[in-house]
């Protein structure tokens, strides 16, 4: 199972970005998917989360201006990042759990720079 992860890019602060992360393999189902970011000044931290069932958390810091979303929470999450400000740089990567089981699973990594 691999989680491909792509979107990220460089904007100018108060921009947006969308981020998109698909999981490979055909017997894969996610109990939930997410998004964690490594930024300059912490270590890699939640941002935010969707169960297959459609429940959804964020981090403080991103509510009300990052959206996640899927069209198949069990293999698929994207997240709009808008607002955006240089706070927000980091390396972006989708996390995993498979359904029915603790394997835990993280993407390559998709950077997002925020210029001021």
């Known amino acids: 199972v691999q989680l491909q992860a792509s979107g990220g890019g460089s904007v100018q602060a108060g921009g947006s970005l969308r981020l998109s992360c698909a999981a490979s393999?055909?017997?894969?189902?996610?109990?939930?998917m997410a998004w964690y970011r490594q930024t300059p000044l912490k270590q890699r931290e939640f941002v935010a989360s969707?169960?297959?069932?459609?429940?959804?958390n964020y981090a403080d810091d991103v509510r009300g201006r990052f959206t996640i979303s899927s069209d198949n929470p069990e293999k698929r999450v994207f997240l709009q990042m808008d607002s955006l400000s240089t706070w927000d740089t980091g390396v972006y990567y989708c996390?995993?759990?498979?359904?029915?089981?603790?394997?835990?699973?993280w993407g390559q990594g998709t950077q997002v720079t925020v210029s001021s």
């Open positions: 393999g055909s017997g894969f189902k996610a109990l939930y």
């Open positions: 969707l169960t297959r069932l459609g429940r959804i």
């Open positions: 996390h995993a759990q498979e359904l029915g089981r603790s394997t835990v699973y």
